[in-house]
């Protein structure tokens, strides 16, 4: 059993048999890189295979799309979630892939209960659209963080590694203010200053920790749109340790290449988190060495699982199916050459896999 | 037989059966982290079964506390140290636990002759609190390193990573007059302030060098009072570049997770030291993967054996069992699918746990 | 069958029993590194045992030097090229070691067929021998680069990691211009100043585009020269965004240990390829991992192959060695727990050998 606790929605049945789509899933690059280049990874060699043997076919393009074309897609989708293990989602709904199906709809056909992650950028876009001023617009963003656990949200993110960089500052009220005069000015839609995006954060920050939402932070590697080295998540240290100290609580997504830096971000600091996601499964063929370096420092109650899967249900599979087998390795070694309890090994398996998050966003 | 050319004091027999104090002292973490998530690390779980082994016990934290407290702790000490090999010890005297036994004390209770490592900063600081100006506290620093070897040191240490970062250069004495005044007038005790930090530095260098004593240097990660970017090896390029030429020679500590950055630097550099310690043992579960990427460009007469632990007996043990484990793979493959042929093999066994420091510090 | 699409030329008969020359080629260490230190590396003694083998002798460094000394050492050279399979050699003519074949001499002696690649600092420090003034420099610079396919050359490389860093940014020519007066006042000859450097990296840039040759970069570690923290190709970010989004294609090389970010980069960029060069083979005992580090993320089809080797035939060899075994491990692997079809794997083996090469440099 296990609980993702960051995933996107996926594709509804329009696109069942769509193996393009497949292969722009399980990539960061933008749509103007190679197709073929995509067909050259190892990652959609396994997911084909796991269609393939779902289906019943042999490996070929052709014979799986054939396949996927009359297969009852509801009932696939079911089956895949099912055979690994899935049994909780929490969806970002900041990002959405064109022709997916809604929360419900998602829901519904899986049947496995989906929680939701405000994402606190988009949340402030959209409050834009439609802001008289800045005391309006703030006004706006403030409200509706305040009522996101009554509105069932169960934990927030921040892509500021995507705009400003995880260099994060607190930001001055009349400088927020100015810029966005400048935005406005701009008639510009799209936040990217440094000076709002920091100080929206820090305006997010206190009013999450009073409903007890923890903040996820996008770190590490994402589609080229992020400068990697401002994906560090050791830059995010002095927040750190203004809030964490507090009780606040975050989890570090991604982390790749970074993940040992995470690592010991968890290591010395209360309250911070940490999955491998999007390395898993991306980088297929490492899947195993990435999360062991991750777990080198990670105390096994700060580790989380996450797929950042969209899209196709193979997507999913193979990030489920990377992280156990990643575990499993790792389990057994500590016990065998760490002479670690079963017992406690067994504690560990059921922590990673749902405990710990459960614990961290404070839902059953 | 090993030489750990970095470590601290041990506890006394007051804290003999204290086993928060073993998860204290097997994790960098500050006193407001949680216990709990200590206890959910492979390091100290390994480290409760080496003690039930010992004392023959099973590995329920309860029995090892009541089996520990009735043990005659000095002889268990000695048993574990003698165990892991222990021959030499390398104390740097600028931590000391509290409760722990003196360097005599220790020395005479583990039957190990142990040599002390003196800290620039913490001298600096005992020098501010009698000095009374700037000359004057400059002065009883100098005299303090100039008498170092003479006074049975051999070596220093500098942990100006935690305070201003790795990124070292010269200062002017003007500026770091100027800073002395500030610092004077704040009455502040501890020295954090760039210009004072990097003028101590370059200053302590050369009286250093004319005594043929080492400098350690605190790299990589550590509590969180570092941040982790500025404790990079790479950013001490231009001191490195400056004083090794002239025959200076550096070991840089820890240095995880900026291991293989280290092993560049020993591979380029005369005079240049590593080891993977502290990572010994904390990232139990990686200690053979983070040595053998230490060593992909580390010549082997350049890397030591280092624990940098503290407190409790069972650290220094599992050090030196991850380090001994980590070379003999290492080793093995060497002869096995490099063609090294054996007798260079056991000479590089013997460089690693005793020659390399014998040779870098001048003992025997 | 080995494409080498990064290497350089090969010491001429007169050195060829020089194990000192041998122990040289095999690290990045300048002449002032003690050449005791580069005994106590793995590669070292591979290479030995290379020579051993083929000489029918021992591996004692004496027994070595005398069966090298009398060894018709053409027939040695194109019998260990032969057994590791090269084919093709694109050579950097930029660097050439005292005492070297020319490019013919080697062509003929190994009966491998070889390409040239222009390095753009060295071509720029030239034509500054000789101009009258920054406009006839810049004539002449440009003249060189417009001639460089039909003159032989299939693509450039820069070295300005060694310089000014891979931060690189376009340049106004008032600032070159201003730059190169104070250049010529100082009698400089050797280009450091990062004006100057940058404003010809993006001056050749269209060219090279316009003749449709890759520009090769020189990132990740190297001699000491190089300052590795400005050497992280994730600062190229500007300049591929640039220029890769119109048709560029570039070349990481060696990338250690800056490998995974050099893969991410390949993953989400049209145009992007690297190798492992370098590390391969002087990181020898490590040269898998970081293979497979490296193909986390980057696609099977903008993977090279280079040995960065020179001087010594022994290094060629050990290159291909550590690459193809490296390669075999990653694809058996991707077969048996990927489940990528085993004509996949196959294909794979083609295009790192060879075929990536061959499309990038335009050559068959």
Redesign the interface.
């Known amino acids: 059993m296990l609980w993702d606790h960051h995933c996107h929605a996926l594709l509804a049945e329009t696109a069942k048999s769509d193996l393009d789509r497949l292969a722009r899933c399980l990539?960061?690059?933008?749509s103007?890189?190679?197709l073929?280049?995509?067909h050259?990874?190892?990652?959609f060699?396994?997911a084909l295979?796991?269609m393939a043997?779902r289906l019943d076919v042999s490996?070929e393009t052709a014979a799986v799309e054939r396949a996927l074309a009359s297969v009852d897609y509801a009932d696939y989708c079911q089956r895949i979630f099912n055979e690994a293990g899935y049994a909780r989602l929490l969806v970002d709904t900041g990002y959405t892939p064109m022709g997916a199906w809604s929360i419900d709809g998602m829901e519904k056909v899986l049947g496995i209960p989906i929680r939701k992650i405000l994402r606190l950028e988009t949340l402030a876009e959209k409050a834009l659209t439609v802001a008289r001023d800045f005391d309006d617009w703030i006004d706006r963003y403030q409200r509706t963080l305040k009522e996101a656990r009554h509105d069932g949200y169960v934990g927030a993110k921040s892509i500021i590694a995507y705009r400003s960089g995880l260099h994060v500052v607190p930001v001055e009220e009349t400088r927020a203010r100015a810029q966005f005069v400048v935005m406005r000015q701009r008639e510009a839609t799209r936040l990217v200053d440094p000076d709002l995006l920091n100080y929206l954060l820090y305006l997010a920050t206190p009013i999450l920790m009073g409903q007890n939402l923890p903040l996820q932070f996008h770190t590490g590697?994402g589609?080229?749109d992020t400068?990697?080295?401002q994906g560090?998540p050791?830059?995010l240290?002095s927040y750190i340790?203004e809030f964490v100290?507090q009780g606040h609580r975050i989890a570090l997504l991604h982390t790749?290449?970074y993940h040992?830096?995470a690592g010991?971000l968890a290591?010395?600091?209360?309250g911070v988190y940490l999955d491998v996601s999007l390395?898993l499964p991306?980088?297929?063929?490492?899947s195993s060495?990435?999360l062991?370096?991750a777990?080198?420092?990670t105390?096994?109650?700060?580790l989380l699982f996450a797929s950042d899967s969209h899209s196709r249900p193979e997507s999913y599979f193979l990030a489920a199916k990377f992280f156990r087998e990643g575990m499993n390795a790792?389990l057994d070694?500590?016990v065998t050459r760490?002479?670690?309890?079963a017992s406690?090994a067994e504690n560990?398996a059921h922590?990673v896999a749902k405990g710990n998050v459960e614990r961290l966003y404070g839902i059953e």
Chains 1, 2, 3 share one sequence.
């Open positions: 990539t960061e690059a933008p103007t890189y190679p073929e280049d995509l050259h990874g190892v990652v060699h396994q295979a796991v043997s490996c590697f589609d080229p400068d990697l080295l560090n050791l830059l240290r340790e100290s790749y290449p040992r830096e010991y290591s010395v600091y209360p390395a991306l980088a297929a063929s490492g060495r990435i062991h370096e777990l080198e420092l105390p096994l109650s700060r790792f070694r500590t760490h002479q670690v309890l406690v560990w922590a």
